[in-house]
């Protein structure tokens, strides 16, 4: 058995896919690297094929039709035969020693028959051309070395959401969930941060930096310009994890999860209304206006905790001094956390 699949989803990644590919082979033995070739035309394709020529044992090559980010999520994870699964976007890549410390994690469950469901690392934004680093830590939240549950987590900071980069599941969990990215469409990686979290019972986290987020490349869906250029999405993505869980039904069983939930949804809000204010144009502020006629449509309690009682009610603020006051607060906080 191998501990851990890590699916590297491509598209025409050849520039930079060895760096993180070689980060997963550090220990080849003990993992699974399943490449995604998402309909590549550049040398994506052979490149990978190399890799799998090299270690049979270890790396999986899918060729498929180009379905986008969340269509190589979806195939990784039907292919996979690790015990816990971990998505390594192909510009991005791992630390060896933080890589050591989970893997010797596993290893002690598996002697124990005693799984963690979901595992918190810590994730760092490598602005590696500019060599600037921030790593994003969970000690605050998940104490560290202990089985944990939802009732037991500490409260978030402002800066503080669990993405892609910090999570590891167990496999069993995420088909459990029925979690599905939609093809063709960017930023789903919210969805797959956010709706196994139900399922979820035991939670261990690692204060480690295991994931190095590259920052840098002018066509990345996190650059400004392109995230107002694909705000479609974002909003689409929005209302996908709006509607995808029952918070009420969380709620009941774990609380702070069903709270923490509610907020990851205000951080999503926050993010498509800003960037439609910054987009400034009548069709933005309609497109505004009906993103969170949508919400209270759809889900009335939800909408008054996000439009009275967390971030996104900052960034529905009325008239033209709210939309600057908005804005100010937005790019004071890129410029703190730099997260794009």
Not at 25 to 51: C, H, R
Not at 82 to 101: A, I, M, P, T
Not at 127 to 155: A, C
């Amino acid at each position: 058995m191998k501990y851990i699949t890590f699916t590297v989803p491509c598209y025409n990644s050849a520039p930079y896919m060895e760096r993180c590919i070689n980060s997963l082979l550090t220990f080849k033995n003990e993992v699974e690297i399943i490449i995604v070739d998402d309909g590549s035309t550049d040398k994506t394709p052979e490149i990978a094929d190399q890799y799998a020529l090299l270690y049979p044992e270890t790396v999986k090559v899918i060729h498929k039709q180009n379905g986008g980010h969340g269509s190589g999520v979806n195939t990784g994870l039907a292919h996979a035969t690790g015990k816990y699964f971990k998505v390594v976007d192909s510009d991005d890549w791992l630390d060896c020693r933080s890589l050591q410390k989970v893997l010797f994690r596993i290893m002690h469950w598996e002697k124990q028959q005693k799984w963690a469901d979901m595992i918190v690392c810590n994730y760092v934004y490598d602005h590696l051309y500019e060599n600037k680093t921030k790593s994003m830590s969970y000690k605050n939240v998940f104490k560290e070395g202990q089985m944990l549950t939802w009732n037991d987590i500490g409260i978030f900071s402002p800066s503080q959401y669990l993405v892609m980069h910090s999570l590891i599941f167990r496999t069993d969990i995420l088909k459990k969930s029925g979690v599905t990215l939609p093809e063709h469409t960017f930023y789903v990686d919210n969805i797959f941060a956010y709706r196994p979290l139900p399922y979820v019972e035991k939670i261990y986290y690692i204060n480690t930096d295991l994931y190095h987020y590259f920052l840098g490349r002018k066509d990345q869906s996190v650059n400004e310009e392109i995230l107002k250029q694909r705000i479609d999405q974002q909003i689409y993505v929005t209302k996908l994890v709006a509607d995808c869980v029952d918070l009420n039904e969380v709620k009941n069983k774990y609380p702070k999860l069903a709270r923490y939930m509610t907020r990851n949804v205000s951080i999503m809000m926050a993010i498509s209304s800003i960037h439609l204010l910054l987009i400034n144009s009548e069709d933005s502020w309609r497109k505004r206006a009906d993103l969170w006629n949508y919400i209270k449509s759809n889900n009335r309690n939800l909408y008054h905790k996000l439009r009275y009682t967390t971030l996104s009610s900052f960034t529905n603020l009325p008239g033209k001094a709210g939309r600057l006051l908005t804005v100010t607060g937005y790019k004071a906080a890129r410029k703190i956390y730099q997260f794009n």
